[in-house]
């Protein structure tokens, strides 16, 4: 990624469906103005799924994707099948290509239904309309279904700008999700971000979720002040007798910086905050409730979306074992879902601890939580799960609206109320928008 490219987990994934040699390379070649696809007569040759980043306006930085024919045979075709439908989980919007020589049949029907479950946003392009081959059909099926349809030919580019329009009008407006910090503040605020600088560090700069929490705040006109964790009380001090509006720490800090920042100054992580932007918050602080129920020997699934180089203390394979099995008073057995992949049999876990979540897009991230809940699998995040251990998750939900109580001593506190419900059940998906979502954006005290 360049200095100046929007990360692909932020920009909008628009990803081509369809059977093989439908044209789907050509369209999108046709759509975006560049060589992005191989291109051939040859049945299958798009093999893997191929991404390319760019900006389609007024759309904005997008993500492209092309994938393998939905018709595809024999073990390999297997294979590109199966990687063309593990795109689904990080598409925003559908582009389903039909070709009008070949009506649809089961493949389309199995797609647009499976595009509806996930109620994903679908445009279809009835393609190759200058072969002369009535587009009528494909057109009145996609009417049937209620999905907007273009005739388009990406041989001569006619159709390819109503095709852009139709993106444009069925693109999700929610997306993005929330801001990660930006609702939080008003402008002239100060923010102090915690960036430990250690082995795990990448050289030379910050990490993703630094930046962009940085980015956000000079969006809301808002001001960061960036310091290490041994640098912290020290700059407290020089901004006394200001404080500042809220203190922003990496997870792993959690535990020193809960005890130099003065209680009436609001605290939380990096992680939270994304927990929040990528996922659904709720959901993920419901996740630590099955921490206070493990035993030894329980299945334990941690799943990063990147792929990092493990090294010294990981956070994910030294730290939050460490930390949760002391907790427990045990081993726990550990799995390691990696990049893409996430488990398919999440039934199999008691847990599922899930990283921040800042390589992959929110519609990934909301599938994730989706197919645990199906299963019946609670899900944490890296920072909800180590603001629980260290007993802080209370202060560190404040900012959000969000209030969870803590029983026993702090080092062992156990969850035992959320939100302000008595019972003390956590909202579902569809409330926690309101709650603490866009709606009710969960200002800091005195914030407008």
């Known amino acids: 990624m360049s200095l100046h490219a929007t990360p692909t987990s932020g920009r909008l994934h628009i990803a081509f469906f369809g059977r093989r040699n439908a044209g789907k390379s050509s369209l999108l070649n046709a759509l975006t103005g560049q060589s992005v696809a191989l291109v051939s007569d040859v049945p299958g040759t798009t093999t893997d799924p191929v991404w390319k980043s760019m900006e389609i306006l007024p759309l904005g930085p997008c993500v492209v994707i092309d994938t393998a024919g939905i018709d595809d045979i024999g073990e390999l075709g297997r294979l590109r099948v199966e990687r063309t439908r593990r795109v689904l989980r990080r598409t925003d919007l559908a582009v389903l290509v039909l070709d009008p020589t070949r009506p649809p049949g089961r493949e389309e029907d199995r797609l647009a239904d499976e595009l509806a479950a996930r109620k994903l946003p679908v445009v279809v392009a009835v393609n190759k309309t200058d072969l002369g081959a009535d587009p009528e059909p494909c057109l009145e099926w996609a009417r049937r279904r209620g999905l907007a349809a273009v005739a388009v030919s990406a041989l001569t580019g006619e159709g390819v700008g109503a095709l852009r329009q139709a993106l444009v009008s069925a693109a999700p407006s929610d997306w993005e999700g929330p801001p990660i910090i930006g609702d939080l503040v008003r402008p002239g605020d100060l923010v102090v971000l915690v960036v430990p600088v250690d082995l795990e560090a990448p050289k030379g700069r910050l990490i993703l979720p630094q930046v962009q929490t940085l980015r956000d705040l000079l969006d809301h006109d808002a001001m960061g002040l960036v310091v290490k964790e041994t640098g912290l009380e020290a700059a407290l001090g020089h901004l006394a007798p200001t404080r500042p ?26 992680s939270i905050l994304f927990a929040r932007h990528r996922g659904d918050l709720s959901t993920l602080v419901a996740g630590a409730r099955a921490v206070d129920s493990l035993r030894p020997g329980d299945p334990v699934v941690v799943a990063e979306a990147c792929t990092h180089h493990p090294i010294g203390d990981d956070i994910g394979r030294v730290k939050i074992p460490r930390w949760l099995e002391k907790r427990v008073g045990g081993p726990l057995e550990w799995r390691y879902a990696v990049g893409g992949d996430f488990p398919a049999d ?71 109320a959320w939100g302000s419900d008595p019972q003390g059940r956590v909202p579902d998906a569809k409330d926690s928008r309101t709650a603490i979502g866009s709606g009710s954006p969960g200002r800091l005290p005195g914030a407008v």
């Open 245 to 270: 509006r809220l203190v922003v720490t990496d997870s792993q800090a959690f535990g020193y910086v809960s005890g130099v920042v003065p209680r009436d100054v609001p605290l939380t992580s990096f």
């Open 346 to 416: 999440p039934e199999r876990y008691k847990l599922v601890i899930h990283c921040g979540a800042c390589m992959i897009n929110r519609r990934e991230m909301l599938q994730r939580l989706a197919a645990a809940s199906a299963a019946g699998v609670p899900v944490v995040n890296y920072g909800v799960l180590i603001a629980h251990l260290h007993g802080i998750l209370p202060r560190a939900l404040e900012p959000f609206g969000l209030t969870v109580r803590e029983t026993g001593p702090s080092s062992q506190g156990r969850l035992s």
